[in-house]
């Protein structure tokens, strides 16, 4: 059946400041256009290293019906392939983790090294060339420790403007001296943009994440202080004063803090260190730090909280004892797996430096929340009575830069391949 919309022309019309229309978050053949356009071109976070601590360790990641597999080798180097059998396609790794040797497809044992050569395949003849049947390679990148994948065969360059403005402001976290203390796979009833659309935005924070409230102040973390009445006048500027404060003194210990904004790159990326309330240690319910022992050299634990955004699908959170990372990966048009995963000092003993359900209290409160409002927009957007609804510019002008963005990149894929033309 031939859809009732032309796909290109609801692109090029969409309403600047304003949510977009019902088929982008609904129709298959707006997914199948995001996989190609988005997940297949650009660089997309899917791991981070502490998950593959030693040689031999491997994760298997599925972007729209691709599984890639990293692996860490022998060097300590990790990498990437397609996880397909160059035999007759098999399945390599089917465990979203696990420990292997080489690689071995359980098949017919055609057998790979951790470089993806054939070094194995019997009954194929003398004159079978092992050298022509490696496993296909994917383009990767650490950051820090953040892993991220680009499936296209010639990923977008600017991944090195990404690369080096934000290792100054991860490497001191020391993500490759941690350990994964935990991870959660939480499937949210939406489409892929929902999720990203709701956590750009905090308009909705204060009254649905009273945990994650907690240590955030409103001004910095959801609502502009431009549009702070005076009445509370006298809360900003106390904000701004500590904003100030703990800015220079963060740099001044060598901790970069400035907000970062590239949001209109093709990779795109924004980062901000903003202070934490309360006692000020880390983003816990009580706001003292979740793990005794803190990570890499840092000696002081109020060293606010460290925001990272990538489009199309993660943000991270950086304290001074502990990080969390999220990753959005779509599966169908209205179902998204959001992969949640805390780190902590690779040192710390639960129990003795950290309480695990401290440690994961609040993120786990507030996906869950998250969830359930990304289910209500998907309900709403499917409802013949959706139109597309304007953004707020005090507390959502990250969503109109979401939406800039993406329009951005699908008038790009359109421009470089031919579209084809159904037959009269």
């Given at each position: ?23 982008f ?15 297949r ?28 597999l ?68 994917i ?81 910095g ?8 009445d ?99 990966l ?30 994961k ?64």
């Open positions: 059946m031939r859809s009732s919309f032309n796909i290109q022309e609801l692109v090029d019309r969409r309403k600047k400041g304003r949510s977009l229309e019902a088929p978050y609904s129709a298959p053949e707006f997914l199948d256009l995001d996989i190609d356009a988005i997940f071109q650009l660089w997309v976070f899917v791991a981070v290293e502490p998950e593959l601590p030693e040689p031999g360790d491997c994760v298997t990641v599925e972007i729209g019906g691709t599984s890639i990293l692996l860490r080798g022998d060097d300590m180097g990790i990498r990437a392939f397609h996880n397909v059998c160059r035999h007759r396609g098999a399945r390599l790794i089917d465990e979203r983790t696990t420990t292997i040797g080489n690689i071995v497809c359980r098949y017919h044992g055609w057998t790979y090294n951790e470089d993806g050569k054939l070094i194995l395949a019997e009954h194929m003849g003398a004159d079978f060339d092992k050298d022509c049947h490696g496993l296909k390679a383009h990767l990148r650490s950051i820090s420790g953040l892993i991220f994948i680009c499936l296209a065969e010639n990923p977008p360059e600017d991944i090195e403007e990404m690369t080096r403005v934000m290792e100054p402001y991860l490497a001191l976290h020391d993500i490759a001296n941690c350990k994964v203390a935990h991870t959660t796979d939480l499937i949210e009833e939406g489409n892929w943009k929902l999720t990203i659309e709701n956590n750009r935005e905090c308009y909705h924070c204060e009254g649905t994440h009273p945990q994650l409230t907690v240590p955030l102040s409103e001004f973390f959801g609502f502009s202080p431009d549009e702070m005076e009445r509370r006048s006298e809360d900003v500027q106390n904000y701004l004063k500590v904003l100030e404060r703990d800015h220079k003194r963060w740099e001044a210990d060598g901790l970069p803090s400035a907000e970062m904004d590239r949001l209109s790159n093709t990779t795109s990326f924004r980062a901000m260190r903003l202070p934490l309330m309360g006692e000020g240690e880390s983003h816990t319910l009580d706001t003292k730090i979740a793990s005794k022992k803190l990570l890499g050299a840092f000696t002081d634990a109020k060293l606010g909280g460290l925001s990272f955004w990538t489009h199309p699908n993660s943000w991270h959170h950086f304290m001074s004892d502990h990080i969390v990372t999220f990753s959005a779509p599966i169908s048009p209205g179902r998204t797996l959001v992969r949640t995963t805390w780190l902590v000092h690779k040192d710390a003993i639960e129990g003795e430096h950290y309480n695990l359900e401290n440690l209290q609040v993120w786990t409160m507030t996906n869950q929340q998250d969830a359930d409002l990304v289910r209500l927009a998907q309900i709403g957007c499917e409802d013949p009575a959706y139109e597309p609804g304007p953004y707020s510019q005090f507390t959502e002008p990250h969503l109109e830069t979401f939406c800039d963005w993406y329009i951005a990149r699908l008038q790009e894929h359109f421009a470089s391949c031919e579209l084809e033309v159904p037959a009269e």
